[in-house]
């Protein structure tokens, strides 16, 4: 029986808390559904989709519908299915949206929406203190989740920065001879990041969960 949460019990989210994965988890994804705006789908909906394709469950961890209602997709002990390369040690959270009636990409979140994955995906930072955030677009030239992750939720994404600073600051602590500089750390993982980008390398159609 899946968690359902909305306006009013979204603050419950916070307060009981998210199941936390048994997975290590390194980076949470935003995508959306690929379907037009207004159109409700549900998670069972998308569940239904991806087994006809023949996969186990829904690719997403957690689908976030029209009226902000969040539903728990596929369990997070277990890998998803929803960025090639990255499946392992990820969340997926989807939106329902993401077209216009052209089926064009458009940032179509309703305003429950906008209101469900700002909690959700504070949550989930809270939960995984040092994941990182991400849109489906930042990995793959695909136009999900149709908006700019890093630009729209920056003040969580601050956040994982501030950790950054606190374990710099710790490993300053630890090591306090011969401590690089911040910019020396924060560059070191770039460099890492980058690094993994380019190994990874997805192309146009490795996108298994977006149609879009
Ligand atoms: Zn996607």
């Given at each position: 029986m899946p968690v359902k949460l909305n306006q009013n019990n979204m603050a419950n989210i916070i307060l009981n808390g998210l199941t936390k994965s048994k997975r290590p988890i390194d980076r949470i994804f935003l995508h959306c559904s690929a379907t037009p705006e207004d159109r409700d789908v549900s998670g069972d909906d998308i569940r239904q989709w991806h087994k006809n394709k023949g996969?186990?469950?829904?690719?997403?961890?957690y689908v976030v519908r029209l009226d902000g209602t969040v539903e728990e997709g596929r369990s997070v002990n277990l890998d998803g299915a929803h960025a090639r390369g990255y499946n392992q040690g990820s969340i997926a959270v989807c939106y329902i949206g993401g077209l216009n009636k052209d089926f064009d990409?458009?940032?179509?979140?309703t305003e429950p929406q906008l209101y469900a994955l700002y909690n959700l995906l504070l949550g989930l930072t809270e939960i995984y203190p040092k994941a990182t955030l991400h849109g489906h677009n930042e990995f793959s030239?695909?136009?999900?989740?149709?908006?700019?992750v890093q630009e729209q939720y920056s003040s969580l994404i601050n956040k994982t920065t501030q950790i950054m600073i606190d374990d710099f600051q710790t490993d300053v602590q630890d090591h306090e001879e011969g401590a690089d500089s911040f910019a020396d750390f924060v560059n070191d993982l770039t460099e890492d990041k980058a690094n993994e980008n380019a190994v990874c390398g997805i192309d146009d159609d490795d996108c298994e969960a977006c149609g879009a």
């Open positions: 996969w186990r469950d829904i690719g997403y961890h990409p458009k940032d179509t979140r030239s695909k136009a999900c989740p149709s908006f700019n």
